[in-house]
């Protein structure tokens, strides 16, 4: 299996962040590990779509919560690794052998074909990134507790919910 050109598996941060005005906004997910960093540039829909897909697979995913994880982190990034790239491909898992999800982003600049990096994170992490996504994504609009996507002024429909709803939900 070819390996990506860099990993990281020592997260301390792993945070989707936004810039600018109400529609004109950026975003990234900007990522430290042990000694390194990655600002990972994306557009809007790229971000809530990973956010609602990285949802789903969590609620698959059976976890014990107090289960450890084995990040692999004879795979880190040579120190100080700096990297900086708007990414036009993202793929995300869950790997059984470590307990963790993976994250694999690439640059669409990279002369290697391989993923350009791989960012390893536990459960928590997982869960505050998604969170945080969406709030940024839906901007402000509320969320509903049950599939955390935004409900529109409209009402929701839940896939959550039998008979697919059209009541807003308070
Ligand atoms: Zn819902």
């Given amino acids: 299996m070819p390996e990506p050109d860099f990993q990281f598996t020592e997260i301390s941060k792993f945070s989707p962040e936004t810039f600018g005005e109400p529609g004109m906004r950026t975003f990234r997910i ?20 990973l956010c609602e897909s990285m949802n789903q697979l969590i609620n698959e995913v059976k976890l014990d919560q107090n289960s450890d994880t084995f990040p692999p982190i ?11 790239f708007k990414t036009n491909r993202i793929a995300f ?7 963790m999800f ?5 640059d ?7 993923t350009t990096l791989r ?9 505050a990134f ?3 996504g969406l709030e940024i994504v839906s901007a402000g609009r509320p969320k509903c507790e049950l599939c955390k996507k935004p409900i ?10 039998n008979g697919h709803s059209k009541d807003p939900i308070i």
């Fill in 30 to 49: 900007n990522a430290d590990s042990a000694s390194s960093n990655a600002l990972i540039w994306v557009e809007k829909e790229q971000l809530s779509e």
């Fill in 130 to 132: 998604i969170n945080k």
């Fill in 74 to 84: 004879e795979k880190e990034a040579p120190g100080l690794s700096k990297l900086e």
């Fill in 152 to 161: 529109n002024p409209e009402g929701h429909s839940c896939e959550y919910k």
């Fill in 108 to 114: 669409p600049q990279s002369i290697s074909e391989e």
């Fill in 93 to 99: 898992g869950y790997d059984e052998n470590s307990k």
């Fill in 119 to 127: 960012i390893w994170i536990n459960s928590i992490q997982l869960e």
């Fill in 102 to 106: 993976l994250i694999d982003v690439y």
